[in-house]
């Protein structure tokens, strides 16, 4: 907010368009189809400028992926979703000697990802995203550190309506947690269920539109400085 001049309602809009996703996902714990910008700035101050509907509260969750060699993988499914890339990366945990408003360890991990997965320019290249968003700051964090974005866009193209689920970059089009619900450690393999619901097609009412084909899910963890990050792309 200090760096770049973000406003606080261009982080509320984070979680008002996370909650909305959510509507109609089945596992929604907290999703909202009224919740407004107001709601988000009117809620309870947890610890400044962090409000109660910044936040996506710890949850109990699980989630599983069954991998399938591609030797053998012809044999189940004619449309199968392969891992291109996976990526991790841990920083630092001296606050004191890293910038707070570039997430590092994040945008290391990426590029470990998506050297692996042959993607050399992730704005153009990946139709969609599920970044780790348990506040809404954090999503349009996780953004940047994605290289989604240039630092300090991240708000401006949330605020323009690109990270909306029929935007030019869906983010979070399941809901995120700020909207299903955030089980913790089990975070990242919700997140890659959700990459492979959309690039299969089968994620319902979530769907994004169009034939997306790549994309890329992420998590944070530990003390504020550890990053993975899984590249998926329809066969």
């Known amino acids: 907010m200090t760096v770049y001049d973000v406003k606080k309602e261009d982080i509320a809009r984070v979680s008002v368009k996370n909650k909305r996703n959510a509507v109609g996902h089945p596992c929604a714990q907290l999703a909202d189809p009224n919740i407004t910008v107001e709601d ?63 997430p590092r360890y994040v945008s290391e991990a990426a590029k470990m990802a998506y050297k692996m997965a042959g993607i050399h320019n992730p704005r153009k290249e990946i ?6 968003d348990p506040f809404d700051y954090k999503e349009l964090h996780h953004m940047e550190g994605l290289l989604l974005c240039d630092k300090g866009q991240a708000p ?50 979530r769907q994004i539109p169009g034939d997306p084909m790549v994309g890329v899910g992420q998590a944070w ?3 504020m ?4 990050v899984i590249c998926m792309r329809r066969g």
């Open 156 to 205: 401006i193209l949330t605020r323009e309506g690109v990270t909306q689920r029929d935007g030019d970059l869906p983010i979070c089009p399941s809901g995120g947690l700020l909207g299903v619900g955030n089980p913790i450690a089990a975070t990242m393999g919700q997140k890659a269920c959700e990459l492979y619901w959309q690039l299969s097609g089968k994620a319902g009412k």
């Open 40 to 102: 988000v700035l009117n809620s309870e101050i947890m610890a400044w400028p962090v409000q109660r509907l910044d936040i996506s509260p710890p949850s109990d969750g699980a989630a599983a992926l069954i991998y399938c060699s591609e030797d053998i993988v012809r044999q189940y499914t004619d449309d199968p979703v392969w891992v291109d890339g996976v990526g991790w990366n841990i920083d630092s945990t001296m606050w004191t000697n890293r910038d707070l408003y570039f």
């Open 225 to 228: 400085q550890m990053a993975t």
């Open 127 to 132: 139709d969609f995203a599920e970044p780790y």
């Open 221 to 223: 963890g530990d003390i």
